[in-house]
């Protein structure tokens, strides 16, 4: 009796191991079912974004089709591109400059959700300083056939500006980048083939990885990736770098990284968000690219002996 109780005992000790051990093994394909189910998903995510990137860098629909009448005195460039259309940019000369008497000028590039049509005050603020102004569009932007990429825009943007350098009344010594926002990226990247005397960023990322990053995407998947950390860390031009520091588009830590990775900067920071940059601070923002121009050697200084230089503005990092 005692050798069956015990028989019986181990028997179902068995069948309890046996179930156990079946338990543990469906547990365990489920897991690795639902693991390659996450794999598959982020797989797939990573795949529509991989897709989607042109349209989240690129959103030209948001900047409308643009006015294909330009300003009055406006010189319209225009270039070729592959695959057929053309690209084009405006030129707009400072007052006054004739080839005895040329002076600088200001290559503009814009935002990412924004047309050459729509910078006429920045054109009139820098002309009163005796700056002329290129403004290339982006491909597939406005008027503008093909679709854009960080090649092909910064591509068209070096042959513009070899095109203006060349004109009556331009200074081909003195010739000052400007970037906002994606335009800052974009204007670092022409830096490097055709290096300025002068770069101002606005509103500017480090790169777009740390921004793909934001979407859970490794960065290798960024197709236009922007580098402006790497060009401002070898710029041997003087740099002014803006941000604002309530900035919910590109937060003001890009900012201050672009600021760490070029030491001799000057940087200054205004209380606003990205698209209102820079706030109330309008009257300090020109007063602040005057006197960067003036100690970069690109203006003359009108205000006189003894007037105050931009220093770079220190900010805790945060």
């Not at 919910?248 to 830590?253: D, K, L, M, Q, R």
Request: hydrophobic share 40%; net charge neutral; glycine share 14%.
């Amino acid at each position: 009796m005692t050798d069956s109780v015990s028989r019986a005992s181990k028997g179902g000790c068995a069948a309890q191991t046996c179930e156990a051990r079946r338990s543990w093994g469906r547990c365990f394909r489920a897991g690795w079912r639902f693991a390659g189910y996450l794999v598959a998903a982020y797989v797939a995510w990573c795949a529509v974004l991989y897709f989607m990137q042109d349209g989240i860098v690129f959103p030209r629909e948001l900047a409308g089709s643009g006015d294909s009448t330009p300003p009055a005195g406006t010189v319209v460039m225009t270039e070729q591109i592959e695959g057929g259309g053309q690209v084009l940019a405006w030129f707009v000369a400072a007052p006054g400059l004739t080839p005895a008497r040329p002076g600088p000028l200001v290559v503009f590039f814009h935002g990412n959700a924004e047309l050459i049509d729509g910078q006429g005050d920045l054109v009139r603020a820098y002309g009163r300083l005796g700056c002329s102004v290129l403004l290339p569009e982006y491909r597939g932007y406005g008027q503008c056939g093909g679709s854009p990429s960080e090649v092909g825009i910064v591509q068209d943007a070096v042959r513009f500006l070899d095109r203006a350098a060349k004109l009556p009344g331009v200074d081909p010594s003195r010739i000052v980048l400007h970037g906002r926002s994606l335009g800052g990226g974009v204007s670092a990247q022409v830096a490097v083939h055709r290096p300025p005397t002068a770069l101002v960023l606005q509103s500017t990322f480090t790169s777009t990885i740390p921004l793909a990053h934001g979407y859970g995407v490794p960065g290798f998947l960024s197709k236009h990736s922007f580098r402006t950390d790497r060009v401002v860390a070898d710029l041997k031009a003087p740099l002014l770098i803006f941000h604002g520091v309530r900035d919910s588009i590109i937060p003001v830590a890009h900012g201050r990284k672009l600021r760490d990775v070029a030491p001799g900067s000057t940087y200054v920071e205004y209380d606003c968000d990205h698209n209102d940059f820079p706030g109330s601070a309008d009257e300090d923002y020109w007063r602040t690219i005057e006197a960067f121009l003036v100690s970069a050697g690109v203006l003359g200084d009108r205000r006189g002996p003894g007037a105050a230089q931009p220093e770079p503005t220190t900010v805790p990092g945060g």
